[in-house]
């Protein structure tokens, strides 16, 4: 049932969804609001009475895992899975057994059905300062813009305003704002009820506390709990430049620093075997099982009790037997988490574990598991703990498609822990060779992190990269590679390879001038440069050619050549 103080937006939002949008389309909605204002909720109170309607069978939530880069592809792969748990294989199919899969096409077999299908935290398909949609996600919504008559329905919650453009403007928008002033006064008194917190708070003061916390019912919780330590007066006065709203607009990032003070103050006051176990549980990119708590404790009981100590004082939240930290409380325990490489490490073979336990199965029936669901995140918390050995017995099922997704012009991850997935999951993918263009990507990424070892590393991948049919990118990439290793005589014998292949390349006759200049051996540079002149057709750009040529011959006293 929809929550006593679920409040008056809520219930109009909620209302309008079950009896317009699911009857009368389209089949796209955005859900946007403000971080905290309970989106989540109440979507999980939609597929409850969506669910209860005769028509609508099926509904899921599927969670975009927090990833630096998000995937469109996995994404969908790990919905297709959790749909497939329902005898829906519609998009399973799509996506496993066709080679080069179209998004677009598994997303309308899936809704050519009358099934609910929510993404939560779908603002991290599309782009942060635009809020236009990925690539993929915009293929995906122009392809169901021309389907009008699909029975299912794609419920998309954002935590952003979604753009106004040529791309949204068929699809209905509706904002689910912060609470009115009496609701938030509800939604306290509420909370401090529901949590057996006995304190006394005149009416005026509740006012301005709830004005403070801008009406927003994630920021009440944290008051509620920080209340179990201290006292309104306490928090209040510790850090007053926080709580001084006055008149002043409350944004986003405002909100934060007010809602992160709160939760640091109730993880204080945590023990310190229970801000360990928190810190763990933050590597999680998305929502876990109870399983993943008894793994940290030594038994149910004291899984038990973690749970209770997490829930109470809101730093986690629990339904439908699944858990997920508030954002800001994981944000700030990973933080802490890798200040200590070791743990860090711990933690992340102790979820990968977690994950692994599907993998372990003595048979793995396709379509009715969950591995394409953990499949992701156990690669990531494995590559992590150093342990991405262990992926090269599992899950080739879910790794050929990294074979469609990573191209030769496929950008290098920046982010560090992405990067070194990336290069854990191809290494195991590629131990005894593979396509060029993983080889290719593979090699710039080692090339990209540069840690002991990666050099030689990198040269043996740039090397399985080229040969017959191999693009100058990737005789180029091996010679620098190479100079780099081993001097400049091994990367002219490359260059002379690649030029014995490609015969056309300017980008490889200049570096190799460049690279013979370098080592003082000018004619044999203006020699490979007059060369490159006269192979290369007249169609192209020669320009480059002949103005290091100029300058080397300048340089050497041959102003009349």
Known sequence: MPKNYIGKNRIETLNWLLNSWLKEGP????????????KTDLARDFRALAEKQGKWKNAV??????????????????????????????????LFEQPNPNLAFAMEKA?????????????????????????????????????????????????????QARWSEWIPIRTLAKLEPDEAIQALE???????????????????????LDYNPRAIEALVGALRDETLDEIIESNPGLWAVRDRQVSREFLSALERDLLQRTMS??????????????????????????RLCKGNTEATQLKNVLVVRYLANFHMGEFSLNPIVREISLAHLREASTEFRQAHSNAADYHLRHFKAKQIVVGQSKLGESFAELRYHL??????????????????????????????????????????????????????????????????RAKPGDLQEALI??????????????????????????????????????????????????????????????????????DGIRVIPPEYSLFSLYQICADLLAKAGKSDD
Not at 31 to 37: A, I, N, R, S, T
Not at 73 to 82: D, G, N, R, T
Not at 144 to 161: A, E
Not at 417 to 441: F, M, N, P
Request: proline share 5%; net charge neutral.
């Open 383 to 448: 590559t992590q703990a150093g342990r991405q050995a262990e992926l090269k017995d599992i899950g080739h099922r879910f790794t050929d498609h990294l074979k469609q997704q990573i191209q030769s012009v496929t950008p290098v991850p920046t982010d560090r822990e992405e990067l070194d997935e990336r290069i854990g999951v191809l290494t195991v993918l590629l131990e005894k060779g593979g396509a060029k263009g993983l080889e290719y990507h593979l090699a710039r990424c080692l090339q990209t």
């Open 111 to 163: 809704l050519q059905r009358p099934l609910v299908i929510i993404l939560d935290e779908a603002q991290r398909f599309f782009l942060p300062d635009s809020g236009s949609p990925l690539p993929e996600m915009n293929g995906i919504l122009s392809f169901l813009r021309n389907r009008p008559t699909l029975r299912g329905r794609l419920l998309l919650l954002s935590d952003r305003v979604v753009e």
């Open 61 to 94: 939530i599927n969670e975009i895992a927090d990833r630096p880069t998000p995937s469109v592809v996995e994404s969908l792969m790990e919905l297709s899975v959790i749909l497939s748990n329902q005898g829906l294989l519609e998009m399973e199919k799509v």
């Open 190 to 212: 509420t909370k401090l009820k529901e949590a057996h917190i006995d304190v006394e708070i005149p009416v005026e003061r509740r006012k301005e506390v709830v004005r403070d």
């Open 269 to 294: 006051h945590l023990d310190n075997a229970h801000q360990q176990k928190l810190r763990w549980l933050a590597v999680h990119r998305r929502s876990f099982k109870r399983q993943a708590l008894e």
């Open 461 to 530: 991948h740039a090397e399985r990269a080229t040969g017959s049919g191999a693009p100058e990118v990737s005789w180029y990439l091996l010679a620098k590679l190479t100079l780099q290793a081993e001097g400049v005589e091994p990367a002219v014998v490359i260059i002379h390879r690649g030029l014995h292949a490609l015969r056309d390349s300017a980008p490889l006759y200049q570096f190799g001038a460049e690279i013979l200049a370098s080592a003082r051996r000018t004619d044999e540079a203006v020699a490979l440069l007059k």
């Open 27 to 38: 089949s796209v909605c955005y859900l946007q609001g403000f971080p905290g204002v309970g």
